[in-house]
């Protein structure tokens, strides 16, 4: 059984948050990458033409990469829960079929998520104390 190292994002220095953020973002832009007429369809836009094969799988992907988000940064519950209500809002916007795929692609969820992430990490100071040892500190007290 292997232990995860999740990391409060105060613990990260700036050049850390923005090596992980950058990882991060070119995943989630591969995974919300839309399509055009200058290059051929890649295997997600044809996954996401099947109707419901493409939804599940859109889906998946996003509480994929969710994962490994949360493998990467230790979050407080406020952020988790903008990531969950956007896979959510996804899931349900691309059931109905024609109209589903276009929201697929105007939405990008995983973005949308990073966007989130990013701005949640970079606000945080390296120098304050963690999520941890605040209501450590404030439970002793």
């Not at 969950?84 to 691309?94: D, L, T």
């Not at 795929?101 to 966007?115: A, P």
């Not at 390296?126 to 605040?134: F, M």
């Amino acid at each position: 059984m292997t232990t995860r190292h999740i990391r409060d994002p105060a613990s990260y220095s700036v050049s850390q948050k923005k090596e992980t953020l950058r990882a991060l973002h070119r995943q989630a832009r591969h995974l919300d990458k839309k399509w055009s007429l200058s290059c051929k369809p890649d295997e997600y836009f044809l996954l996401n033409m099947i109707p419901i094969l493409g939804d599940s799988m859109s889906t998946i992907l996003a509480v994929q990469y969710l994962r490994q988000i949360h493998s990467s940064f230790a979050l407080p519950p406020e952020v988790e829960n903008k990531f969950v209500r956007n896979v959510i809002i996804h899931a349900g916007g691309s059931i109905v079929p024609l109209v589903g795929w276009l929201f697929r692609r105007v939405f990008g969820v995983n973005m949308r998520n990073y966007k989130v992430l990013e701005k949640y990490v970079m606000s945080v100071d390296p120098d304050s104390e963690s999520i941890e040892a605040d209501s450590v500190t404030g439970l002793i007290n």
